[in-house]
C-alpha cells in the first residue's frame, strides 16, 4: 500500500475518545439528516458508538427521532415503549422483533439505548420517536391495520378484510406469494392493496374529526398501510430478473423518510431532523460504488440528492475481529471470526496506520486512494467465500463525509443468546487431530 497515503491518512487521523464525538459533531453542523452506518449487522463497538453518536445528537442538537433498518411495526412498539408511560418493559418492546435477524434489534446495546430514550422523554413535552424505513412486514402490518379498524370501525374493519384475503392463501409467506404471481398460479394482489390503502386515505380524516383516531395513530397506520402496497411489489417482483428489488428496498426507505419528515411538519416542526441507522450498504452514496455499475442505488444516495450538504454519512470499518452473525439465511445466530481484511482493501489500509480505533473526516482531495475494496458483512458472513460475499469496490472518500475505524471489533451481544453464540467459532488454526 502506498506509504504517502499511510502518511496522509496518520496525520489526518483523530484518535477515537471522548473529544472525537465533538469533531464529529462540528462536522455535522446543521445537517437535518445523519446517516449512521455499520459494516456488519452484528458488532458491539457499532452499536455502542452509533448509540453514543446518537445520544449526542438528541440532547444538543436537538434531534427528533431516530430511525432503523427495520420494519415498521416493530420499530414502533419501541416508540410506544420510550414515548408512552403503559409501556414499562424494554425486553417486551423488543420482543417484536421476532422474525430473522433476531439480534440485529435484540441486542444489549438496543436495549441499553431504548432505556435511556424512555428517560430522557420522561420529562420532554415532544418526545423522541423510534420508527422502521424497511419494507417485510407485509403480513404484520395487515394485521395491524385490521386490528386498529375493529376497535373504531367495524365496517371498515371488514372491508380491509375482504381485500387483505386476497393473501391468505399463501400461509404468511410473502416469498411464496411472489413465486404464485409469478409462476401464473394466481392472480396478484395489487389492485386490492391500492384500493385498501385509498379506503383508508379516505377514511382517517372521518376518524379524525370524529376523534376516534389520533394523529399519531393515523400516521401509524397509513404508514402500515403504505409498507403492505409497496411490499406487495418488492415480493411479486422477487422472481423477475429485470426488476431491481435492492433499489424498490430503498426507495421505500426514502419514502418512509419523506413521510415522517411530513408528519413532522404537521405538527409544527419545519425542519424535523432524523437520524438514520442502517448497514455501509444502504447509507454510503452508492453513486461511487460498485452497485452504480449494477444500476443500483441506496437511500444514502438518495439523500445526498435532495439534501446535499443538508445530509452527513458515517460509515464505518473493521480489520478483524469477531461477528454475530449466521452461517445461512434463517440459521442461529453464531460467534464467529472476522478473517483479516485483504490486502487490496480499505480495512487493510486503515490497519497500517497503527491506531486501533480512529476517525477520519473525509473532507481533503486525494487523502485516501480510490476503488480499493471495502468489506460488507451482513446477517449471513461465509468466510470460504469472504472476496466474492462479501466485498466490493467503492470510492470511500465520496462515500461518505467520514468513516471510524474500530481495528479489532467484537461480536453484538444477543439477548437470547445461542449455543453457537456462547461457544464462538473455533479458529482455524486448531488442531484437527492428534
Known sequence: MNKNYIEKIKNKAIYFDEKAYENILNEIGNAQIVLLGEATHGTKEFYEMRAEISKKLITEKNFNAITIEGDWPDAYQINNFITDDN??????????????????????????????????????????????????????????????????????????????????QFRRDPQAYGYYVFSQLSESCQNEVIQELKNLENLQWKLIKEKKISQDDSFYLMQNAKVVKNSEIYYRS?????????????????????????????????????????????????????????????????????????????GFTTYNGTVSAASNWDNPVERKIIRNALPESYEFLFHQIGIANFLLIL????LIPKNLLERAIGVVYMPQTERMSHYFYADLENQFDAVIHCDKTTALEPLEKTSKWIDGEVPETYPSGL
Open 87 to 168: 409501556f414499562s418493559d424494554p425486553k417486551e418492546s423488543l420482543s417484536v422483533f421476532n422474525r430473522f435477524p433476531t439480534w440485529m434489534w435484540q441486542n444489549t446495546e438496543i436495549l441499553k439505548l431504548i432505556i435511556w430514550l424512555k428517560d430522557f422523554n420522561k420529562e420532554k413535552k415532544e418526545k423522541i420517536n423510534f420508527f422502521g424505513l424497511d419494507l417485510y412486514s407485509m403480513y404484520k402490518s395487515v394485521d395491524v391495520i385490521i386490528s386498529y379498524l375493529e376497535k373504531v370501525d367495524a365496517k371498515a374493519a371488514d372491508e380491509a378484510k375482504y381485500y387483505y384475503s386476497c393473501f391468505e
Open 238 to 314: 422477487l422472481y423477475i430478473n429485470e426488476v431491481n428489488n435492492w433499489n424498490l428496498r430503498d426507495s421505500h426507505m426514502m419514502e418512509t423518510l419523506e413521510e415522517i419528515i411530513k408528519y413532522y411538519n404537521k405538527k409544527g416542526i419545519k425542519k424535523p431532523k432524523i437520524i438514520v441507522w442502517a448497514h455501509n450498504s444502504h447509507i454510503g452514496n452508492s453513486a461511487f460504488t460498485q452497485m452504480s455499475l449494477q444500476e443500483e442505488f441506496n437511500i444514502g444516495q438518495l439523500v445526498k440528492e435532495k439534501f446535499n450538504n443538508n445530509s452527513f454519512s458515517l
Open 363 to 366: 473532507n481533503e482531495k486525494n
